[in-house]
């Protein structure tokens, strides 16, 4: 099984447009350190999930039939852009898999062309795509979104975006079922009080200490956090690191 983080930024993504502080300027000058909006792939065999599509050459990355369906966490610009375009396409349709969102975002339901959003999910009724085991979690944002704890040949992850904090039945779910791998939000620099929608990092770490999982990579990172990384380069809790595009995890050694 091979995770491959495609995105790990905020909305706005680094480098912020127009800004010039020291993570921007330096995701300029390095490749490496560029975010772009927070996604994933699962591959196991022949089967390739997506998780989230906001990238704007998701259908370059994916052309039609190469992949077998799309985890949505939920429908805010960022993480359903890549969708736009792709939906005027020939050829097979796409699985969907998101929140029941009456919503949605702007017309995407209501001409999806040859996307299928008939799979909403349920929090807690887990489903298979292949041999894939996945579960949907219920997290806290400004409006439903899901995270999916994936189990794959006894390796288990969880990918948790967006969110401030977790719901008690989805910690208690985590702290069950420990997660080998987890992907977890952290937009903010450390804060005494709790942000909106979002993980600061003494929130993260506070997260990873209770679910304890075996590695933790901090995912949606904001240019904020970036420049107060570059400020104080002290190591995090053992296992937490930020998580980086193109960062791949292959289970269990």
């Avoid at 995105?7 to 993504?13: I, L, R, T, Y």
């Avoid at 350190?33 to 906001?54: M, V």
Wanted: proline residues 7%.
């Amino acid at each position: 099984m091979k995770f491959t983080v495609l995105g790990s930024g905020a909305v706005g993504g680094v480098p912020l447009y127009g800004c010039d502080c020291p993570a921007c300027q330096r995701s300029r000058a390095v490749s490496s350190y560029i975010r772009r909006p927070a996604s994933a792939l699962i591959e196991h065999g022949n089967t390739r999930i997506a998780l989230d599509a906001g990238l704007a050459d998701f259908g370059t990355r994916f052309p039609s039939g190469s992949l077998d369906a799309v985890l949505l966490t939920h429908y805010h610009m960022d993480h359903v852009a890549g969708l736009f375009e792709i939906r005027w396409g020939k050829g097979a349709s796409l699985a969907i898999h998101g929140p029941v969102d009456e919503h949605g975002c702007d017309d995407l339901h209501t001409h999806p062309g040859i996307l299928d959003f008939s799979a909403t999910l349920e929090a807690f009724q887990c489903f298979e795509i292949s041999d894939i085991r996945i579960t949907p979690l219920p997290l806290i944002h400004s409006r439903p979104t899901l995270g999916y704890f994936i189990e794959v040949d006894g390796a288990r992850i969880a990918y948790l975006t967006d969110t401030v904090d977790l719901p008690a039945a989805t910690l208690a779910f985590l702290q069950t079922h420990r997660p080998d791998l987890m992907l977890l939000d952290c937009s903010h620099p450390p804060s005494d009080t709790p942000r909106r929608n979002h993980n600061d990092l003494n929130l993260a770490l506070s997260l990873h200490q209770k679910i304890a999982p075996l590695e933790t990579w901090l995912t949606h990172i904001s240019h904020d956090l970036d420049a107060w990384l570059m400020a104080h380069p002290e190591p995090l809790s053992r296992g937490v690191s930020i998580a980086q595009d193109g960062q791949v995890w292959r289970g269990l050694v």
